[in-house]
């Protein structure tokens, strides 16, 4: 009798690609190529290898320079030749169709840049028609000003007939010319649908918001995979999708949450990321909208991560680029409960890092300035919540009084 075996599908391997310039040192650079490993993780690939250049900056032909190039195609073919077969090659930067094309005819490979593995994932997460639509519209976006190097195989089937003479070359130009102007139309008209759909679906969640009642809204933002969701299930006792990976919620979700009997509604948004690509900014304006619309922001922040401080400013940049900068907000950091350090020898005299600093010690740095603005918890493991609900009380109250002075039945209620 045969015996069938059954075996895991094997997860397409990849090779990452990043630069060590004068405004990103080697340090920063291993914590984007880290990040970008994540980002491949969560796309379901295995990163295999890392390459790295010192440069001044990117190649406008080849992104790297040609001999870390042929380096890397060199390293592809040793493993082909192993019989380990690597399915793509990653750069942490977005890449030009330029550099698309000039890179693959070199590597051989399917090539990604940042931009297009985060629409990969987002394209995967994506649930509901708007998020469907945003990531549509965003790919398309990208692919737009790409289409040409899609048809590069004219270009190699011109050999025979466009050898003979000027003639035959634009006789061979044209179908593609006609045919790529035609691909442009019809990315265009696609476009402009999506822009329209999205147009609706906003007007509707206008509408929805707007008859929300007099309830003060609060938004948490963050960084992606800080613990967000996880907060919003601990809140609002819902069961938002939450999962240690990337990009895990990409619809904004609101609940309505209730401490001490004052109601509130508590929304959950798209997580931010260093090197966003614009076109999903653009693209889920109406995702962000929760943002811009909320009375309070919550920025919260996974202070385990070794590199929090610039996902602090990430977030900032972010939220100043929506317009949000000046809102009123608290910051929440989150996961104190995985917080590690190295302590120092006794005989280390270099300054103190975040590697090395005990939590307590971190806590009394700039952080204590921020007075109840600034909060520790663990939302997994439930530690410091009561305190966050007893600030999120106060601060949502006390707005409450500041945008409906008149509307006091409400706290009356709450001290009978």
């Not at 003639?167 to 102007?181: F, H, Y």
């Not at 069961?239 to 309505?256: C, H, I, M, P, Y």
Request: hydrophobic share 40%.
């Amino acid at each position: 009798m045969k015996e069938f075996v059954i075996t895991e599908a094997q997860a397409e391997t990849a090779v990452l690609v990043g630069l060590i310039t004068p405004q990103q040192d080697e340090r920063k650079t291993t914590e984007y190529l880290d990040e970008l490993e994540f980002l491949a993780t969560t796309a379901g690939a295995v990163t295999v290898k890392r390459f790295t250049q010192r440069v001044n900056g990117p190649s406008s032909v080849t992104y790297v320079g040609t001999g870390k190039l042929d380096e890397i195609r060199a390293y592809i073919v040793a493993e082909e030749d192993a019989e380990r077969e690597v399915g793509m090659v990653i750069f942490d930067d977005e890449l030009s169709a330029k550099q698309l094309r000039n890179i693959e005819q070199v590597l051989k490979v399917k090539i990604l840049d940042r931009t297009s593995l985060i629409l990969d994932i987002f394209a995967m997460r994506a649930q509901t028609a708007n998020a469907k639509t945003q990531v549509e519209l965003a790919q398309y976006r990208y692919m737009l000003p790409r289409l040409q190097r899609l048809w590069t195989h004219l270009e190699r089937q011109g050999g025979g007939s466009g050898s003979g003479g000027g003639k035959g070359s634009v006789g061979l130009r044209g179908p593609g010319e006609t045919q790529l102007e035609m691909d442009r139309r019809i990315i265009l008209n696609r476009m402009s649908l999506l822009k329209q759909r999205l147009a609706d679906i906003d007007r509707q969640k206008s509408t929805q918001r707007s008859n929300r009642g007099r309830m003060i809204r609060v938004a948490l933002v963050g960084y992606t995979n800080v613990g967000k969701s996880t907060l919003m299930n601990l809140l609002s006792k819902s069961e938002v999708f939450a999962e240690n990976k990337l990009f895990a919620t990409l619809d904004t979700t609101v609940r309505k949450v209730i401490i001490d009997n004052l109601p509130f509604l508590l929304s959950d948004t798209v997580g931010f990321i260093r090197k966003l690509p614009t076109d999903l900014i653009e693209s889920f304006k109406s995702t962000l909208d929760e943002v811009r619309e909320a009375d309070l922001l919550v920025h919260v922040v996974d202070i385990s991560h070794p590199d929090f401080e610039e996902q602090i400013k990430v977030v900032e940049k972010t939220l100043s680029d929506l317009g949000c900068a000046d809102k009123p907000s608290m910051i929440l950091f989150n996961k104190i409960d995985a917080y590690t350090f190295t302590p120092k020898e006794e005989d280390d005299l270099t300054p103190a890092t975040r590697e090395n600093t005990p939590l307590p010690d971190l806590m009394r740095t700039w952080m204590a300035k921020l007075g109840n603005d600034c909060l520790f918890i663990s939302a997994a493991q439930r530690t410091n919540i009561d305190e966050l609900k007893q600030v999120l009380y106060a601060r949502v109250r006390e707005l409450h009084v500041q945008k409906y002075p008149y509307n006091d039945f409400l706290f009356q209620h709450y001290e009978e």
